[in-house]
């Protein structure tokens, strides 16, 4: 069985700190991550996924996350924060067979303050 | 390419009513996946669908809800008698042929289901 725990629901950030949002996970089977971006009333955007190969994965719009299997995480990060970067941010699991099914943290709310 | 469609948008039915939701796939992709988004809370898997085939259903209430994917035309998922809890986002995905590594899910803009 998989699952996923994203730490803190919310997260507030002043615009040019750190963002960093965690996530840890659980998995029987060598895990394919994911973090999604949902703005509001919207779908769901692909920022980046680790499924082999390089621990450390960059995405769109400057996030980054890293694979670190002996913490069972996947936190995400990118330098400096910027008020687009305002949205909800999901974590997600899959065990690679079934690309389309997954398993997704609460999520976390970033607000971006000026 | 067109991404994923959904529609309608928003659906607004009273308790009792029928919910009819409809999703295309990405051009090219047979598979289909729908997802439940309650308040507050993250996306949970409901079923995963090839065409004409139901292939994991197991996040599918056992009531009320079912989905098809037939072979011509989008992919339906139906909630019979709804009820204020049915009151949710509901997400499709689709993604390519399985079998390849790196395969990924891509997301409509859902349909927002309110029951009244």
């Known amino acids: 069985a998989q699952s996923v725990t994203q730490l803190g629901s919310h997260v507030s950030v002043s615009e040019g700190a750190l963002v960093l949002l965690r996530c840890n996970y659980s998995s029987s089977v060598p895990p394919y991550l994911f973090w999604y971006v949902q703005y509001p009333n919207q779908g769901l955007q692909l920022l980046l996924k680790y499924t082999t190969g390089a621990t450390l994965v960059k995405g769109i719009n400057g996030f980054e996350a890293e694979f670190k299997k002996s913490e069972t995480s996947f936190h995400l990060t990118k330098p400096s924060a910027h008020m687009s970067d305002a949205a909800e941010y999901f974590c997600?699991?899959?065990?690679?067979?079934?690309?389309?099914?997954?398993?997704f943290g609460q999520g976390t709310e970033l607000s971006v303050k000026p | 390419n067109a991404g994923v469609m959904q529609n309608p948008r928003h659906l607004v039915r009273r308790r009792g009513q029928e919910a009819r939701l409809r999703c295309s796939p990405m051009?090219?992709?047979?598979?289909v996946y729908w997802y439940r988004q309650l308040p507050e809370e993250g996306l949970k898997f409901m079923v995963y669908?090839?065409?004409?085939?139901?292939?994991?259903e197991s996040g599918m209430p056992k009531e009320r809800f079912s989905a098809e994917f037939p072979k011509e035309g989008p992919s339906i998922l139906r909630i019979q008698q709804v009820v204020r809890g049915d009151s949710a986002a509901y997400f499709c995905?689709?993604?390519?042929?399985?079998?390849?590594?790196?395969?990924?899910?891509?997301f409509g803009q859902g349909t927002r289901l309110t029951v009244v």
């Open positions: 997600a699991v899959s065990d690679g067979n079934q690309g389309g099914k997954l398993i």
């Open positions: 669908l090839q065409k004409e085939n139901i292939i994991d």
């Open positions: 995905a689709s993604s390519p042929m399985t079998g390849y590594t790196n395969t990924e899910a891509f």
């Open positions: 051009k090219g992709h047979s598979h």
